[in-house]
């Protein structure tokens, strides 16, 4: 079946720097690809959709210039969170529609630490 | 925004008992899928139920669709230790291709 793979797995930095995440459709073109997050305990959020060749569409309450995304390729979007501060520690999962539109193949996930 | 609620948020079982876990949605789709989460790791996708299907099983899972009350249940049958974990419903939106998440049933099955 389709794998979506992420880069980093794990990732701890300090406050005020700025981390990027990677998402990657392995076996397949994904124009479109998810970014949610999930703080400990708590479901999956959508924050954005990844668009290729176009701007990332922006959920309600989510900081477009925080966040910035940035759909390259047609197996390649990522996901950068800038200037992190700790209350950005969390879960970050990506996924991505598979041939059949009802389907979605999500990323493994990456654990955001901010000291 | 999330729109998906859960109940209840935590069910704690015996071994070989059934597990029920209901969530509801606000708006039209065209699908609900139900995933498992354990603890730290990534999502597993359990199951898919079209927007007119009304029941779906798949091994020791049954799922409903009600779509006029917008709710679904999952059911597990026979649980097993290794079925604890988190379970999430999804809606897809019907005119998109987004996944709206539950609010999750932590799900904790007692040997």
């Not at chain 1, 940035?70 to 501060?85: E, G």
């Not at chain 2, 026979?78 to 799900?107: E, N, W």
């Amino acid at each position: 079946g389709a794998v979506v793979s992420q880069h980093p797995s794990r990732v701890i930095c300090k406050s005020g720097t700025s981390v990027k995440i990677e998402c990657r459709s392995l076996d397949f073109q994904a124009t479109t690809m998810f970014w949610y997050r999930q703080f400990p305990k708590q479901s999956l959020m959508l924050m954005a959709t990844s668009n290729e060749g176009s701007k990332a569409t922006y959920e309600q309450g989510v900081e477009k210039d925080k966040f910035l995304i940035n759909h390259a390729s047609l197996t390649l979007s990522t996901l950068t969170v800038t200037s992190a501060h700790p209350e950005d520690s969390s879960f970050y999962i990506c996924s991505a529609p598979g041939l059949r539109t009802d389907t979605q193949y999500f990323g493994p996930g990456t654990r955001l630490t901010v000291l | 925004s999330q729109q998906g609620e859960e109940d209840p948020q935590a069910l704690s079982i015996q071994e070989g008992e059934n597990a029920t876990m209901n969530c509801s949605y606000k708006t039209s789709i065209n699908n609900l899928q139900w995933y498992r989460q354990n603890s730290g790791r990534g999502l597993v996708h359990l199951i898919l139920i079209r927007s007119n299907e009304r029941e779906k099983h798949s091994g020791r899972l049954r799922v409903t669709l009600d779509t006029s009350k917008k709710s679904s249940s999952l059911l597990i049958t026979a649980s097993r230790a290794a079925d604890t974990a988190s379970y999430f419903c999804a809606s897809a939106i019907q005119g998109a291709q987004k996944l709206v998440f539950g609010q999750g049933t932590r799900l904790t099955i007692n040997p």
